[in-house]
């Protein structure tokens, strides 16, 4: 029974150890390292045969100079701010789309519902990188946007919009707008029907009661789809490689490219923990807001 | 209260229009005769003979559906167990450590996961390929895993498993005679979980891939990156084929399943 | 007062007990869960545990069937000391609150559950089945799945499936407590019919009082890990041996005083001034001079409109309220210091005829042997 109950725990706990922490501190150990001696066989290396001394020959042998990097070359805060900026506009986008939808689907007759949300959850399943294609020959200058609009005489010459940030707007706001969907829709379906009957015999009217009832108490569900949007466009790669253009900055793909263009490692893995520090105070956000209404549904 | 209101069916329209036309259009394209992908010249389902001859996209098909199988199967092994420690163990050295390395991965992103196994593989010196990518896949879609089984280990009434007991049982034959086979939907779904999660990485697989472990999202990113081809939107609306026609299968079965429930119920309560 | 039944396995001194707690403590951390408990529970018992949620009766449950051990003291059954043997090699099986009936298996596959698990040969179980089907009226349902019968059917198969390996000690933890009303009533005589008929012995869990009345041989009311009366349901109810106890069963009239005269049979209790002194049976640990408190149930109390004579205990007030139950009336009745006290009569007549109705002085009066005196 000990037994067991040890495999049980140390079996999942060592393979986690192994391929998630020790990569991730490996990750943290090359950041800290130089561009010369971080090439394999990595050094510095930890000797643990020479004792106290050879973890001191360890640490010294670790800078921030990859860091210090990271600050004076402009291309890195600069797509530290534009990542951010990206995410916060398609996360608010994406609500803005997402919300009347949730909305919509808490507001259909029951019979319907399951369909609906079928109908939102099977792009979901669907291949990402094949949503995100599907949009360059949409919107590539001689695509269907394009055709369309000229088709109807809305315009005479094709817009630009593949490879700009327009496209990488639309291709986070279509691939995670699923994500914005099923919270909210969860939050409204919870909603007591009487509480806004409640909130329109107290004198409110419809619109009053949505503004002053509903909207209030989605407001778990509305954060918590921002966060599941917010937190991967932040470190999103491939629709800004496949839908944005050169001037596109973002860090995920800047991190891609220092380490498969530039193979510089360090400063790749630097660029990996920043992104991760800047992740962190949404993440602890996200978990207090879920934390909060665990608590409520107690 | 719940009635549609007009301002609901707009919104639902243009909602599921913007979801659906980009994938109807690729679906449309892919019957396209004309080279030109964007000019439409007549019906034609000749891009898929071509796909079919195209040995790179069969070998890569190959290699994605052996390491999806390989990756869900040891994921789904890993996260229920992971599940029942998270559920059931208590307290234990290291129990936050732990599930902090369960949650952390669902949040993380990609590149800066791909990027720290590729380089513990090369600090110890494992060579990339089929291997490797398991590895990778096996240990993200752990997590996903084991979420999905913990949610409905949480309800598990466990008089269940003290009823095996009780009845003579030892605590393998309870697990495996009563807990595996109430449990197994969740199970199973988390089963299907990784195995999409892993058909559908391209970021992962990467930075973990050799040279002749090319998977298909690799094999598609690389041509996408060239720009719209006819093979892709033909290899496209197989998939989206594949996935509408199991989501329906799947939604239609537990409906049929919620429905015999509920009227046998009924039919007790009589 | 003396119990008329012949079966009273635990007046003999030399019978010898099924289950033996014996200064038995259960702590979780620092809380205690169980404190010091001894009883003896005999073969063929019917023995019921009672008390509020959280008083431990749950957990000296679970301690038989294996699920806990016990901090300190020891547990036997059958005389075999029961420390550190799990449930699945204990000769005890256990009907769940929740039923716990496997939903993936069948009827028949629950009941045959823990015979497979047994040395029975294979050929014997099915007709090991069949008997049990036949005992709980449930052959026609062998082959349902359990969400397909009724909350009283799964009851049934719920305790088929415990007595199926005819064990030596049946443990029922609130067994009818999701029935309704009416079907826990018939539920519980056909309970009792089992028992009977399987000769085994039974240990209930309940918080229902009632229940534990109907169906018991024996009641232990708990409260705080502590057992606080072992007796049988009559004495319980007419000489319960402490206020707890008073208050936990039923409905009773409490009033407090001074103990003026002690005798085995009959006390005296001082409650008010310038008032004949309270006559009533003599409980346990009492001393004279002391305070004490007079129990009385409100069925035993008699109300008239002019002062009895033939009667000790009697006393004046005035009806603040009536609740009328159709076949029984309670009148609440204050008395000159202030208390007030129930008086439960049944309506052997029609309302109408009442004679008396709110605002009337009636009298209140009841025997020297209709309550008791306890220690405060």
Redesign the interface.
């Known amino acids: 029974?000990k037994l067991?109950?040890r495999l049980?725990?140390g079996?999942?706990?060592v393979?986690?150890?192994?391929?998630?922490?020790?990569?991730?501190l490996?990750?943290l150990k090359?950041a800290l390292s130089d561009y010369a001696i971080s090439i394999?066989?990595?050094t510095p290396t930890l000797d643990p045969a020479a004792g106290w001394d050879g973890f001191k020959e360890f640490f010294s042998q670790l800078d921030f100079e990859n860091f210090t990097f990271l600050t004076t070359d402009a291309l890195y805060w600069k797509a530290y701010l534009s990542s951010l900026k990206i995410a916060a506009i398609s996360t608010f986008i994406t609500l803005l789309?997402?919300f009347?939808?949730a909305?919509?689907?808490?507001?259909?007759?029951d019979e319907w519902r399951?369909s609906?949300l079928?109908?939102?959850?099977?792009?979901f399943?669907?291949?990402?990188?094949?949503?995100v294609?599907?949009?360059?020959?949409?919107l590539?200058n001689?695509?269907?946007l394009n055709?369309a609009l000229i088709w109807t005489g809305i315009i005479s010459e094709p817009l630009v919009i593949l490879n700009t940030n327009t496209a990488v707007y639309i291709g986070i706001v279509?691939t995670y707008?699923p994500f914005m969907i099923l919270p909210i829709y969860a939050t409204l379906e919870k909603l007591d029907?009487?509480l806004?009957?409640a909130a329109q015999d107290l004198g409110c009217s419809r619109t009053g009661a949505f503004w002053s009832v509903t909207l209030h108490l989605a407001k778990p569900g509305v954060i918590a789809g921002c966060f599941l949007v917010f937190?991967?466009a932040?470190?999103?790669?491939?629709i800004p490689?496949?839908l944005g253009g050169s001037r596109t900055l973002m860090i995920?793909k800047v991190?891609?490219e220092e380490?498969f263009s530039n193979r510089d490692?360090p400063v790749?893995?630097a660029v990996?923990i920043i992104?991760?520090l800047i992740?962190i105070t949404p993440?602890v956000l996200?978990q207090r807001n879920e934390q909060k209404q665990r608590e409520q549904t107690k | 209260?719940?009635?549609?209101?007009w301002?609901?069916?707009v919104?639902?329209s243009v909602?599921?229009a913007?979801?659906?036309?980009?994938?109807i259009?690729?679906v449309i394209?892919s019957f396209n005769e004309s080279k030109l992908?964007?000019v439409w010249g007549g019906f034609s389902t000749k891009w898929y003979g071509e796909l079919l001859q195209n040995k790179a996209f069969l070998d890569a098909a190959l290699v994605t559906a052996k390491v999806a199988i390989l990756s869900s199967t040891i994921a789904t092994i890993?996260?229920t167990?992971?599940a029942?420690?998270l559920v059931r163990?208590g307290k234990?050295l290291?129990r936050t450590?732990?599930s902090g390395?369960?949650y952390?991965?669902l949040?993380?992103?990609?590149?800066?996961t791909g990027?720290?196994?590729l380089?513990?593989f090369?600090?110890i010196g494992m060579d990339r390929g089929v291997t490797t990518i398991v590895?990778?896949h096996a240990?993200f879609s752990?997590c996903y895993v084991?979420v999905v089984v913990s949610s409905r280990m949480a309800t598990f009434d466990t008089s269940l498993e003290e009823a095996a007991l009780d009845l003579g049982c030892t605590?393998?034959d309870a697990f495996k005679s009563v807990t595996l086979p109430i449990i197994a939907p969740a199970v199973i779904s988390g089963w299907l979980l990784a195995f999409?999660l892993s058909?559908?990485d391209?970021?992962i697989a990467s930075?973990t891939a050799g040279p002749s472990s090319t998977t298909l999202?690799i094999k598609?990113?690389s041509s996408?990156?060239l720009?719209?081809s006819p093979e892709?939107?033909a290899l496209?609306t197989i998939?989206?084929g594949l996935?509408?026609v199991?989501?329906?299968i799947a939604?239609l079965s537990s409906?049929i399943s919620i429905a015999r429930q509920k009227r046998d119920e009924y039919m007790a309560n009589q | 007062m003396s119990d008329a039944s012949p079966f009273a396995p635990w007046r003999d001194p030399n019978a010898d007990p099924l289950i033996n707690f014996s200064n038995v403590t259960k702590k979780y951390g620092n809380f205690t869960a169980i404190n010091n408990v001894d009883l003896k529970i005999y073969p063929r018992e019917f023995f019921a545990l009672l008390g509020p949620s959280g008083c431990g009766k749950t957990t000296l449950m679970r301690m038989l069937a294996g699920f806990e051990d016990a901090t300190q003291g020891t547990i036997t059954i059958d005389g075999q000391d029961m420390q550190g043997i799990p449930a699945n090699k204990r000769a005890v099986n256990m009907m769940f609150q929740s039923y716990a009936l496997f939903p993936h298996l069948s009827v028949a596959d629950n009941l045959a559950f823990g015979l497979k698990r047994s040395d029975m040969p294979k050929s014997e179980i099915s007709g090991r089945v069949e008997e049990m089907l036949r005992l709980v009226q449930l052959t026609d349902f062998s082959k349902r799945k359990p969400h397909q019968l009724s909350g009283g059917q799964r009851q049934r198969v719920a305790l088929a499936r415990a007595l199926a390996k005819a064990p030596k000690l049946l443990l029922l933890d609130e067994p009818l407590g999701a029935l309704d009303k009416k079907l826990r009533q018939e539920t519980q005589f056909e309970l009792m019919d089992i028992q009977e008929k399987t000769g085994t012995t039974f240990v209930i869990v309940t918080h229902d009082q009632e229940e534990a009345m109907t169906v018991a041989s024996r009641i232990a009311v708990m409260d705080h890990g502590k057992l606080i009366q072992v007796d049988t349901p009559d004495r319980v109810y007419e000489a319960p041996n402490s206020i707890y106890v008073a208050d936990f069963i039923g409905d009773v009239n409490i009033i407090e005083g001074r103990i003026s005269s002690i005798k085995t049979e009959e006390s005296e209790l001082i409650w008010a001034e310038g008032q004949r002194p309270i006559r009533a049976q003599t409980g346990a640990g009492l001393a004279k001079g002391q305070r004490g408190s007079f129990a009385i149930r409100p069925e035993k109390i008699a109300i008239s409109n002019d002062e009895p004579t033939d009667v000790h205990n009697r006393v004046c007030g005035a009806i603040e309220d009536i609740a009328y139950l159709g076949n029984l009336s309670t009148y609440y009745v204050r008395l000159a210091n202030g208390t007030l006290i129930k008086s439960q009569v049944p309506n052997d007549r029609r309302i109408s005829r009442r004679s008396f109705t709110w605002n009337d002085n009636v009298w209140l009066s009841w025997t020297d042997t209709a309550g008791i005196v306890l220690a405060t």
């Not at chain 2, 209260?1 to 209101?5: E, F, G, H, N, S």
């Open positions: 029974m067991a109950r049980l725990i079996v999942p706990f393979w986690l150890l192994i391929l998630f922490l020790i990569p991730f490996i990750v090359i394999p066989p990595y789309i997402g009347p939808i909305y919509g689907i808490a507001n259909t007759p399951p609906l079928m109908l939102v959850i099977l792009p399943w669907t291949s990402f990188l094949i949503r294609y599907a949009w360059i020959g949409i590539s001689e695509g269907f055709q279509y707008l029907a009487s806004l009957e937190i991967p932040l470190g999103e790669f491939v490689s496949l995920g991190l891609w380490f490692w790749a893995s990996a992104l991760l992740l993440i996200f | 209260m719940r009635k549609l209101t301002f609901n069916t919104s639902l909602g599921f913007f979801l659906y036309i980009p994938m259009v690729l394209y992908v964007t890993l996260g167990m992971a029942f420690v163990s234990f290291g450590l732990f390395m369960i952390a991965p949040v993380m992103p990609e590149v800066i990027l720290s196994l380089l513990l090369i600090s590895l990778a240990t752990m084991s605590p393998w999409t058909l559908d391209l970021v930075f999202p598609i990113y996408v990156r720009g719209v892709i939107n496209s998939m989206i996935v509408t199991a989501v329906i939604s409906k």
